[in-house]
Nanobody
């Protein structure tokens, strides 16, 4: 079992920055991939970014490339999402997720989820 807790959400003006954190606990995470997803009101949950614990491989949604950066600190069992140049359309609940194996970008491939943290970007 993997337990995930997100933090760092809040209200920010367009153009601003936020850093989300996801603290993971439970079973050994070295062979897991970690992902960030988001869900806006009335929309389906969508992929944002993913990273492997061991090799640091990453992937991003086209909508966030060049603005968001995912990183990991294995010693702290924490994954981060640095979000810069935020736009109102980035407003959503952001979820951290984990899966055993390689990075994938589909929601259904992730087995463990956090409770989410709200990010609101005002125009």
């Amino acid at each position: 079992q993997v337990h995930l807790v997100e933090s760092g959400g809040g209200l920010v003006q367009a153009g601003g920055s936020l850093r989300l954190s996801c603290a993971a606990s439970g079973r050994t995470l070295r062979n897991h991939a970690m992902g960030w997803f988001r869900q806006a009101p009335g929309k389906e949950r969508e992929f944002v970014a993913t990273i492997t614990w061991s090799g640091g491989r990453t992937a991003y949604a086209d909508s966030v490339k060049g603005r968001f950066t995912i990183s990991q600190d294995y010693a702290k069992s924490t994954v981060y999402l640095q979000m810069n140049s935020l736009k109102p359309e980035d407003t959503a609940v952001y979820y951290c997720a984990a899966r055993y194996g390689a990075i994938l970008v589909t929601t259904s491939n992730y087995d463990y989820w956090g409770q989410g943290t709200q990010v609101t970007v005002s125009s």
